[in-house]
């Protein structure tokens, strides 16, 4: 079992950063794809990134791509998504979660979550 705490979230205005951090526990992180979504108010949670388990393949939505790293620390057990010249549209609950079987894409994929981070951007 793998629980997960994100923090890092607040108030930023547009064009800030904000660097996200997601604290996982259990043993089987390393062996784990990890993802990052959102929710805003009133839509679907969507896909934001995902990092392969050793680090060396990334995956981002093309409304993401070029302003958003997501890295990981297996020693740490930790993943970061550094978030990099904020638009209001980012505004949303920004969510960890680890990867089961299917698509990285589809949060259907992920068979554990964290509690979510409010990111807030102001314009």
């Known amino acids: 079992q793998v629980q997960l705490v994100e923090s890092g979230g607040g108030l930023v205005q547009a064009g800030g950063s904000l660097r996200l951090s997601c604290a996982a526990s259990?043993?089987?992180?390393?062996?784990?794809?990890m993802g990052w979504f959102r929710q805003a108010p009133g839509k679907a949670r969507g896909f934001v990134a995902a990092i392969h388990r050793s680090g060396t393949a990334t995956y981002y939505a093309n409304s993401v791509k070029g302003r958003f790293t997501i890295s990981r620390d297996n020693a740490e057990n930790t993943v970061y998504l550094q978030m990099n010249n904020l638009k209001p549209e980012d505004t949303a609950i920004y969510f960890c979660?680890?990867?089961?079987?299917?698509?990285?894409?589809?949060?259907?994929?992920?068979?554990?979550w964290g509690q979510g981070t409010q990111v807030t951007v102001s314009s």
């Open positions: 259990g043993r089987t992180f390393s062996e784990n794809v």
């Open positions: 979660a680890s990867h089961y079987s299917g698509s990285y894409y589809s949060p259907n994929s992920y068979n554990y």
